[in-house]
């Protein structure tokens, strides 16, 4: 019987914040991509490090190589969700993909073991926000069903491509509180003042471990 690959994306998006690429903006001396490249179940065997727009490949480098993973330069996606998952779909091998940004330092592993989990079954496993939109920057997808859509029918966008492929898992964020009472796995850093928080919040999850 043929085993299931798993592989894992992990979008860097181009922003500076504190005069560093936003990936690599640090978090109780730790840049915060590494708090996502740490929940990354174990199964997975092939992580992806894309960059967007390719500035300071090297240091993403760096870290690649600490977590044995790669990284491949991005085009500047322009609000285009579609050329993100389609560059991810296209860039990995295993059967079955977990999306994550590097800007949700709060993401937990138990709550990204449950997304790679749900692609044994579904085509894709798209969270809901607490606003109702569906995060397809923070998901799970199963390969070949989504690039055979991608190359049908290149000219619809994200939202049409997941109706024609079908079978997708929706998750409310009420439902994924079991995870995250507070649901942190939504908190994305966008400022100085939110690397504070999510630091503080972070210190103090480690002192009640």
């Not at 065997?45 to 760096?62: P, T, W």
């Not at 285009?80 to 998952?85: A, L, P, S």
């Not at 990995?92 to 790679?116: H, M, N, Q, W, Y």
């Amino acid at each position: 019987m043929r085993v299931e690959r798993s592989s894992a994306v992990i979008y860097a998006k181009a922003m500076k914040l504190k005069n560093a690429e936003l990936a690599l903006a640090k978090i109780a001396g730790k840049p915060m991509i590494e708090y996502v490249l740490d929940v990354l179940p174990d199964e997975v065997e092939d992580v992806l490090i894309a960059v967007e727009n390719g500035k300071n490949l090297e240091e993403y480098e760096e870290i690649a190589e600490k977590y044995f993973a790669r990284t491949a330069k991005m085009k500047n996606l322009r609000g285009k969700v579609r050329n993100f998952i389609e560059f991810a779909i296209n860039s990995v091998e295993g059967d079955k993909l977990v999306v994550l940004p590097c800007d949700a330092p709060l993401i937990t592993r138990d709550f990204a073991s449950f997304l790679l989990e749900c692609s044994k079954k579904f085509t894709a496993t798209l969270p809901r926000s607490p606003s109702r939109k569906a995060l397809y920057l923070m998901a799970s997808y199963r390969r070949k069903p989504f690039k055979e859509a991608f190359n049908a029918h290149p000219d619809e966008d994200m939202d049409d491509i997941v109706k024609k492929v079908g079978g997708v898992l929706y998750l409310s964020s009420n439902s994924l509180r079991i995870f995250d009472e507070k649901l942190g796995m939504f908190f994305r850093v966008s400022s100085v003042q939110d690397l504070r928080k999510a630091e503080k919040i972070l210190k103090m999850k480690k002192r009640r471990s």
